[in-house]
């Protein structure tokens, strides 16, 4: 019965998300209904909580562990960065509305002009060079700390990200190729995992629903190591042993851009504490 309640399943999603016509709008609505048949316990709004929304036990000690959060220093030092003058007299929150409040929800944003998508590093990033400053390393500490303090003015905003265009669909489209594409020596795709196998166990781990994984960026791992979205991509690369793509590679950027889409409508937690 399991069996064939599980391949009713899959035929139910595969039938759903490669429909011809299917837009992203479908494709979320696809992967919901899919998740809801999955995981009926879980609440919409708890995906964010990705793995401990499916372990109460887990999700008691994150809860005690966030009261006082043993990263609280280490994003102290990316609000430094955040409000540190430029030679011009600006600083970084000049260049966003509301300065920095509740904008972050907005990104990734696929920008026509260059043809590309704009990661929230990346506005950052051009918000430096447009002001004269250093632009900062991809994946290095200081960027990944001044993005925990700067999503965290986004607390509680909704994931709004939009996918207007032909163009930004082409790129919405590329990511999720790279979700659905196999590779590695173990042959697994990112839906293997997160899709077909959600809230099944890989080793000691559980597997999160890919809807809600985008919202809360990044985390601290075992309380203080920083870990960045496309960090955590090319973790999971590794482990099915698919070589890792660069940090704001255009690959990992449409994948962003993709799997943010389906966090669209949940609240920002950011930073936050996983295992
Ligand atoms: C072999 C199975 C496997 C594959 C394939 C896999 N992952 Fe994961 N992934 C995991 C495990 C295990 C975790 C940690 C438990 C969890 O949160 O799901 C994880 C965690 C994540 C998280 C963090 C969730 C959170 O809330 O902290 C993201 C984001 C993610 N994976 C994205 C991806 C993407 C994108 C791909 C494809 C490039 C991918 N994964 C492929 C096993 C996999």
């Known amino acids: 019965m399991r069996r064939r309640l599980t391949a009713f399943l899959a035929c139910l999603f595969l039938g759903a998300s490669l429909a011809a016509n299917a837009g992203p709008a479908e494709d979320r609505k696809a992967l919901t209904e899919h998740y809801k048949q999955r995981l009926p316990g879980v609440k919409f709004e708890d995906y964010v909580l990705g793995a401990l929304a499916l372990n109460k036990d887990a999700l008691d000690q994150y809860e005690s562990i966030m009261i006082f959060p043993p990263f609280v220093n280490d994003v102290d030092e990316g609000r ?95 990511g999720k190729t790279h979700y659905y594409s196999r590779r590695g020596q173990l042959n697994f795709s990112c839906a293997t995992c997160h899709i077909d196998n959600v809230s099944n166990f890989v080793r000691s781990e559980q597997l999160s629903p890919m809807i809600g994984q985008a919202a809360h960026w990044p985390e601290f791992r075992a309380g203080t190591e920083l870990t960045t979205l496309q960090r955590r991509f090319q973790q999971c690369n590794s482990q099915t042993r698919a070589a890792p793509l660069e940090f704001n590679s255009e690959e990992y950027n449409n994948l962003e851009y993709f799997l943010t889409y389906m966090s669209n409508g949940l609240p920002m937690q950011t930073p936050v504490f996983r295992k």
Request: net charge positive.
């Open 80 to 174: 430094k960065t955040w409000e540190k003058p430029f030679k011009n007299g600006k600083k970084l929150a000049s260049c966003f509305d509301g300065g920095g409040k509740n904008v972050a929800g907005n990104y990734p944003q696929f920008d026509n002009a260059s043809g590309k998508v704009v990661t929230f590093e990346g506005a950052l990033n051009a918000c430096l060079k447009a002001n004269g400053e250093a632009e900062l390393k991809y994946g290095s500490t200081v960027m990944g700390l001044l993005v925990s303090y700067t999503k965290s003015l986004s607390d509680g905003m909704k994931v709004n990200v939009k996918v207007e265009g032909p163009a930004a669909l082409a790129a919405y489209e590329k």
